[in-house]
């Protein structure tokens, strides 16, 4: 491994949150294209490792490979802080996504507002307003933090939605 693998693989370690690639480029001395070579580095040094490298639009960070965490340890930290409600819209966002929360509403049977509200303060979901026909409509969708929390590097890694 180059030493600046090296470095950027610290860098990474110590960051509980990752780093922006801009952040890196800097800390470590090297160009965008560099760091490109150098995650590639990393990503293959990590393979089969408890490690992975995830790199979400310019967000890297090291997290643990869910496939290898002893079963009831991985997120934690989030199952911890949300409330089965909280967990239950967050999970129908994640599949569903973008979607109101009249649509959430009606899956689950409930109201949802406080879990959403709850959801956008742990920045773990966005709201995405738009206007259509002049009918104002806010849609949610999960955000980086949401993925990085979960320990994946994008949505298409969710286990498959069960029928």
């Known amino acids: 491994m180059t030493d600046s693998a090296k470095q950027v693989m610290a860098a990474l370690f110590v960051s509980a949150n990752g780093l922006k690639s801009s952040e890196l480029t800097q800390l470590c001395s090297i160009d965008k294209t560099s760091l490109d070579g150098v995650a590639g580095e990393i990503s293959t040094y990590l393979a089969g490792s408890g490690l992975e490298l995830i790199i979400h639009d ?46 959430i509403e009606e899956i689950r049977g409930v109201g949802a507002l406080q879990s959403i509200r709850g959801l956008l303060e742990k920045d773990l979901i966005a709201e995405n307003k738009s ?14 933090n949401f993925l990085m929390h979960i320990g994946i590097p994008s949505l298409d890694k969710l286990p498959k939605e069960k029928q």
């Open 131 to 144: 206007t259509v026909g002049g009918v104002k409509i806010t849609e949610y969708t999960t955000t980086k």
């Open 58 to 103: 310019s967000l890297l960070q090291l997290a643990a490979r869910q496939s290898y965490l002893p079963e009831g340890l991985g997120s934690i930290e989030v199952k911890d802080s949300l409330s089965a409600a909280a967990l239950e819209v967050l999970s129908i966002v994640a599949y569903r996504q973008p979607i109101s929360r009249t649509a």
